[in-house]
């Protein structure tokens, strides 16, 4: 299993915690390429985990991989929520037959 995390002001804290519980940390620096390749797997992993048990918890995972591959990309999660409403009106339109 794959596990992205965000790294923020308080990376050094959280590593030495995990050194702290025996683990080893292995930190390694991606070009944007390879980055946006990994969270595809992890988003196929958290909408297979929601799909096996049915948990509506489940379904907030592949929400914070969806917002780290904004974030890689450059857009903000208001900027996305707003192209996701203009395509939800697009397909209402659609469905209306009014496009």
Do not use: H
């Not at 990376?11 to 980055?35: H, M, P, V």
């Not at 450059?74 to 009014?98: D, F, M, P, Q, Y």
């Amino acid at each position: 299993m794959i596990c992205l995390c965000t790294i923020n002001l308080f990376a050094t804290e959280y590593l030495r915690y995990i050194e702290k519980s025996g683990k080893k940390c292995i930190i390694e620096t991606k070009d944007k390429k390879t980055y946006l390749e990994s969270p595809d797997i992890k988003l196929n992993e958290e909408l297979a985990e929601y799909q096996q048990d049915k948990n509506v918890e489940e379904l907030a995972d592949p929400f914070e991989v969806i917002y780290a591959v904004t974030s890689a990309k450059g857009c903000s999660v208001e900027e996305l929520e707003w192209i996701r409403i203009k395509k939800l009106s697009n397909v209402k339109r659609l469905k209306r037959g009014t496009y």
